[in-house]
């Protein structure tokens, strides 16, 4: 099963608010492993927060996983309708779509498949990997590398920050003498 609150789901205030920086990630994943799922990981961008995992019991709902998410991270104004809610092949499916930059805000971005394998490196230092969720890590970092290899997806502007530094270089066709203030400490900062 898997919980995505994402860009299509939630306005960027919320996305922010609910990102999780990597302390945050394995101390949720404790508690995961602990409370709620044999086999887990989490992705946290700057446009997504997902869960991934195999329940320890079969009662557990979507409902209790954000419940979860939102008792360690509490946030105002999330809503059941901000996250999205995948089972079994469907959460597979997300998962693959988004290891390849296919279900990302800037089409073919390439700093997701990293964020990806960064988070399933933290799920197994926790031991919430077994076979079964290496499998589906094995095949969505697969379907990833394929993605960026065997099609044009990643040609263009492949991040926020490339696609603004291109708007500015149509705005000011000399920019040379032009001073720009970047807000954000994030890796999106650093590749401005």
Avoid: W
């Avoid at 557990?60 to 999330?78: I, Q, R």
């Amino acid at each position: 099963m898997a919980i995505s609150i994402n860009h299509r789901t939630a306005p960027v205030e919320l996305r922010e608010l609910l990102h999780l920086n990597s302390d945050e990630i394995k101390a949720l994943l404790e508690g995961i492993k602990k409370d709620l799922m044999k086999e887990a990981f989490v992705l946290s961008t700057c446009n997504r927060t997902e869960i991934y995992g195999i329940p320890r019991d079969n009662s557990l709902s979507y409902k209790d996983l954000e419940n979860y998410l939102l008792d360690f991270k509490p946030v105002n104004g999330v809503k059941d309708e901000h996250f999205e809610k995948f089972f079994s092949c469907s959460a597979m499916s997300h998962l693959c779509k988004v290891s390849a930059g296919v279900d990302s805000q800037m089409t073919g971005d390439n700093q997701i498949l990293g964020q990806v394998k960064e988070g399933f490196q933290m799920a197994e230092e926790k031991g919430l990997v077994s076979f079964l969720m290496k499998r589906v890590f094995d095949s969505a970092t697969r379907v990833g590398k394929r993605a960026k290899t065997e099609t044009d997806i990643s040609e263009g502007a492949i991040t926020i920050s490339y696609a603004a530094i291109q708007l500015i270089e149509k705005i000011f066709s000399n920019f040379s003498k032009k001073s720009a203030l970047v807000v954000g400490m994030g890796e999106t900062g650093e590749i401005a």
